[in-house]
């Protein structure tokens, strides 16, 4: 894959919808809403998304949709938590999308992020085991440059996202959950402005990985300060 667009970013969302969501319902909702919203502001430049939801099933909502063509996420939490099988369907199904670009020679994603968003454990999946979720992810980071970034909500180790390989992680509380969408539009909008200018596709990607991390990092911390622990894989 050799015709990447520098001015494209490919968002990929991995939203748990199992039962013990419902509560966050309606910051899950409007938080995407906002972010889309947000960078819809933007002209210059590509954004393209990607949304899976899952509980015990996965649901494809968007599959590589134009950002200006979004519509309203309709949300509706219940049962349980197949995140191996959400996350592994997500990869598959991006990864089929721009093979099938590659194939016609059009043009590719400067960066693809893949964000997963979850209050819980593993404890439903059928398709997909860690160990086959874990070397998707390592493939697409290390081929293909994707980034992951693991959001937990109320989650107080670390050892689902570092049992899984993901870089980023950030942990918060229900009651911010917002702050994840914050993270997300506060890293692209980084790559945007910076897609815009004569900086090359290596630089570009850089700034955008620090800014996530940063803010990712921010988020854990003002976390920690809150339950008056640290977050460890444990």
Not at 48 to 61: A, D, G, I, P, Y
Not at 127 to 145: A, D, G, H, N, W
Not at 180 to 198: L, Q
Not at 207 to 225: H, P, R, V
Request: glycine content about 6%; overall charge negative.
């Amino acid at each position: 894959m050799s015709n990447l667009n520098k001015n494209w970013i490919n968002l990929v969302f991995v939203i748990d919808k199992s039962g013990s969501m419902y509560s966050s319902k309606e910051d899950v909702v409007g938080g995407f809403d906002k972010t889309i919203t947000e960078q819809k502001k933007d002209k210059d430049g590509k954004v393209t998304v990607s949304l899976f939801t899952f509980n015990e099933k996965v649901n494809q909502e968007y599959l590589g949709v134009d950002i200006n063509d979004i519509a309203k996420f309709h949300y509706s939490p219940d049962g349980m938590t197949a995140m191996n099988d959400g996350i592994g369907t997500a990869i598959d199904k991006v990864g089929e999308w721009l093979y099938e670009k590659d194939k016609r020679g059009a043009e590719l994603p400067g960066k693809t992020l893949v964000v997963v968003m979850t209050d819980g454990m593993e404890n439903a999946s059928k398709e997909y085991t860690l160990k086959q979720v874990q070397e998707k992810i390592k493939e697409q980071t290390e081929k293909y440059s994707w980034e992951f970034i693991y959001m937990g909500t109320d989650i107080t180790t670390s050892k689902a996202a570092d049992d899984l390989g993901f870089k980023f992680k950030t942990y918060g509380s229900r009651k911010k959950f917002a702050n994840n969408y914050d993270i997300i539009n506060c890293a692209t909008t980084a790559y945007r402005s910076m897609a815009k200018t004569s900086a090359s596709l290596a630089d570009t990607s850089a700034l955008f990985c620090a800014t996530l991390d940063e803010a990712a990092t921010k988020n854990t911390a003002d976390y920690e300060a809150e339950i008056g622990k640290k977050i460890t894989n444990t």
